[in-house]
């Protein structure tokens, strides 16, 4: 070949060169030109369309008219596009035809341009690799374009794709120290774009929830799944604290009501939340955790906000709105744990103490309204199955004593009905203790309304001022009979609700009862309770009849005093052999008890039990006063003191007497026999140390037995018309010293309704009869 035709070649080739620069360049040109169209256009497309349909509204031509627009628009950009791809296309094969015609000359030449191949293999090298390289720079050109549409769904599906296909992309979240390559680093470049427009997406203000859960799932197949669950969880925080915001407001409309619609409100996004976790995240324990921490979060806060916008907590408005809360809030708790959030202690722990404050101060105001007397209760709507028990009590001491009765029972049961099911169920302890200490104190302010013992100063506290005074028996019985009234008939009533739920609570054995229920619920048993209460009742009990008592012994005068010197200087051998009868004390206690009794039939009307337990402990008092009354036996015991034999017999005859007052009226006498043997047991040793022969000087068991039931008969028998001596007016002696019963009895109080009766004597004080006597079954032996 010519050195000619060689040198044509060359200039061929460089010219070639040159074309091919030229077509790189308007091949770039082209493509940026063409992105820059493609944003113009979609921003022009956008304008248009929200141009048109602000001017156009409710035109169905114009719209049809601009969607026609659009579409010869997008028809012309596709146009475009195919023709810039033919043109890429035609220069790409021209290049192509010319590298191989090169390679044609250059195996025919053999070693033409030996000068140049440095040239050649760089220049000639290059054109076969650009098809490879225009196809990487359609792909991120395509992307560019999906990404300038904010088309996400469809970039996401482009990125995913040439991840899988393309091997160089595979791996790219090793962290390699190796340096990436370029079409690495620009892949790598569309993904963090692609991440930054889905995180603008769920940070947006207002998102509906499927583009939310769209975004959430790209950031997801992005690989940024801690992302992509922090921004789940901020979102619907977010959302929650507008739902919380918008209707805090309208809190003071509805007192009662607004914690449980609080609680569905914030519940209701726990349950969401925890749902779209599970569906997006799957059960990774790492995700599940992250919304239990942010769900306790959110329940301090709920916690929070119920005591922000709480009435005030001594308010019954401020009891029923925490037990309403607390049920709603349980019940949610307990749906919850079939998603795998387990809160209920959480929420316990938060809420208890909260409620353990309102309970606090409720039953403090109850207090205050229990012990005042002074208020007017005209307007209580108790219903006649509470009222009635107390309402034959309403005319003593000016309506207080009712009055009193039936604002405790008003209250507590008005604390009872604002409780829920769940809130009895563990908190149901605490109110019951509670209303037993209420009990309590009311209990120790009818305590100071009883007469003060009459030679006991060391009782300071009961002579505060109170609101009334009782005196007369009739209105003391009334006070006694309002107080048993409250404990055993009413309050069972009012609490049955809690011991009712409490026990169905014990049945059921399942599900949030076994969540929620505390061991010092499930120990709880109604006569515990009731046993607390009973103390109660018998405090007030045993200072009416230790007063009672004292009032009985140290008031009197004369012959009537309980005195140590009776069992000393006795009646005489005459009296004691011609009719022995009990000492004129204990004759004076049998008519008091009759007295008393006659008036307890009347004001305690259809409450035999508590008539019955109270004249017994009246008669147990007497005797417990007389066993360990040390001045009393200090003077028997007392070595200068002369005894005679008579003293010992009617000291032993006064104790079967006192047993056989019980027996006879028919109410519990083991305890006082018990004591009253023990007074024989004592009284044998003290006469027996001074040189009292006992076996001489005492009958038989079944003489005093006998003995004292003849003395029951012939006081109950006695004749009415003897000197009244100094007993009082109820009592009176006859020719023969021996005390009998006045049947024509008064009342202790013209004004009380609870007069004496005037039927016979001998039905007044018990209905048993003589020949019903049990028999004694004690001994005076003082070895028995």
Excluded at 289 to 307: C, H, P, S, Y
């Amino acid at each position: 070949m010519s050195a000619l035709e060689v040198k044509g070649i060359r200039k061929l080739c460089f010219e070639l060169l040159d074309l091919k620069d030229a077509v790189e360049n308007l091949c770039g040109n082209s493509r940026t030109k063409y992105l820059a169209f493609l944003r113009l256009a979609c921003k022009s497309r956008q304008c248009m369309y929200f141009k048109a349909r602000h001017e156009y509204r409710g035109s169905p031509i114009s719209l049809k008219r601009l969607s026609e627009e659009v579409v010869e628009t997008e028809h012309g950009m596709n146009e475009l596009r195919k023709h810039i791809s033919t043109q890429g296309i035609v220069v790409q094969d021209l290049m192509t035809g010319v590298c191989h015609e090169l390679d044609e000359w250059n195996k025919a030449s053999g070693g033409i341009q030996e000068a140049d191949q440095n040239l050649e293999n760089c220049e000639l090298k290059d054109p076969l690799l650009n098809e490879a390289e225009d196809q990487e720079m359609l792909f991120f050109e395509n992307v560019d374009v999906l990404l300038a549409e904010h088309k996400v769904e469809e970039a996401l599906e482009a990125l995913d794709a040439e991840e899988k296909n393309n091997p160089e992309l595979k791996g790219l979240g090793d962290n390699s120290s190796i340096e990436p390559s370029s079409y690495k680093s620009a892949f790598l470049k569309r993904k963090t774009m692609l991440e930054d427009q889905l995180v603008d997406i769920i940070r947006q203000p207002v998102v509906s929830a499927l583009e939310l859960k769209k975004a959430l799932s790209g950031l997801l197949k992005l690989g940024k799944g801690p992302l992509a669950h922090q921004l789940l969880l901020k979102s619907y925080g977010s959302r929650l604290q507008k739902s919380i915001e918008a209707f805090l407001p309208s809190s003071p409309c509805y007192p009662e009501t607004y914690s449980a619609s609080l609680s569905n409100l914030v519940f209701s996004a726990i349950s969401l939340t925890a749902k779209d976790s599970g569906l997006l995240f799957g059960d990774n324990p790492v995700y599940t955790n992250r919304v239990i921490q942010w769900a306790e979060w959110e329940i301090e806060n709920f916690v929070r906000l119920v005591k922000e916008n709480a009435p005030p907590s001594d308010s019954i408005l401020a009891l029923r709105a925490a037990s309403i809360c607390v049920q709603a809030s349980l019940n949610h708790c307990s749906a919850l744990e079939s998603q795998g959030l387990k809160l209920l202690k959480l929420l316990l722990v938060l809420l208890r103490p909260y409620i353990d404050e309102v309970l606090e101060l409720n039953f403090r105001r109850a207090r205050r309204l229990v012990l005042d007397f002074s208020a007017t209760d005209e307007d209580l709507p108790l219903s006649p199955r509470f009222a009635s028990p107390l309402s034959i009590f309403a005319t003593l001491s000016d309506n207080l004593l009712s009055s009193s009765g039936m604002r405790f029972i008003f209250i507590v049961k008005d604390i009872v009905e604002q409780l829920t099911p769940l809130v009895i169920i563990h908190f149901g302890v605490n109110v019951l203790t509670r209303i037993s200490q209420v009990f309590d104190k009311y209990v120790d302010t009818l305590i100071k309304a009883l007469p003060g013992p009459s030679e006991d100063d060391s009782l300071t506290e009961l002579k505060e001022d109170v609101p009334f005074r009782v005196e007369t028996d009739s209105e003391q019985l009334a006070l006694l009979g309002t107080a048993f009234t409250v404990a055993e008939e009413l309050l069972p009533m009012v609490v049955s609700r809690i011991w009712n739920a409490l026990n169905e609570s014990k049945e059921a054995g399942n599900g949030l009862v076994d969540s929620i229920m505390s061991p010092a619920n499930s120990m709880i048993e109604p006569k515990d309770w009731r046993r607390h209460l009973q103390h109660s009742l018998d405090k007030l009990r045993d200072h009416f009849c230790r007063q009672y008592v004292l009032n009985f012994i140290y008031s009197r005068d004369g012959k009537t005093r309980l005195d140590v010197q009776i069992y000393i200087n006795g009646f005489g051998e005459d009296v004691w052999d011609s009719d022995p009868l009990p000492s004129l004390p204990f004759q004076a206690l049998f008519g008091k008890l009759q007295q008393l009794a006659t008036v307890a039939g009347n004001v305690l009307l259809g409450k035999e039990k508590i008539q019955k337990i109270l004249l017994a402990r009246l008669t147990e008092t007497v005797v417990i006063w007389l066993s360990d009354a040390e001045e009393f036996w200090g003077v028997l015991e007392d070595d200068a003191v002369p005894l005679q034999p008579q003293g010992l017999q009617q000291l032993i005859l006064d104790m079967h007497f006192t047993v056989e007052i019980a027996r006879f009226a028919g109410y519990p006498s083991r305890h006082i026999h018990q004591i009253a043997s023990s007074i024989i047991a004592r009284a044998i040793r003290t006469f027996s140390a001074r040189g009292i022969d006992l076996q001489s000087a005492l009958p038989e068991d079944e003489w005093f037995v006998e003995t004292a039931k003849t003395s029951i008969n012939k006081l109950l028998r006695g004749n009415s018309e003897s000197d009244t001596s100094d007993l009082d007016e109820h009592i009176i002696i006859n020719d023969e010293g021996h005390i009998i019963m006045n049947e024509e009895v008064v009342s202790d109080s013209d004004e009380s309704p609870s007069s004496l009766s005037s039927e016979d004597t001998l039905e007044s004080f018990a209905s048993a009869q003589m020949d019903e006597l049990e028999s004694p079954g004690y001994s005076t032996d003082p070895e028995s």
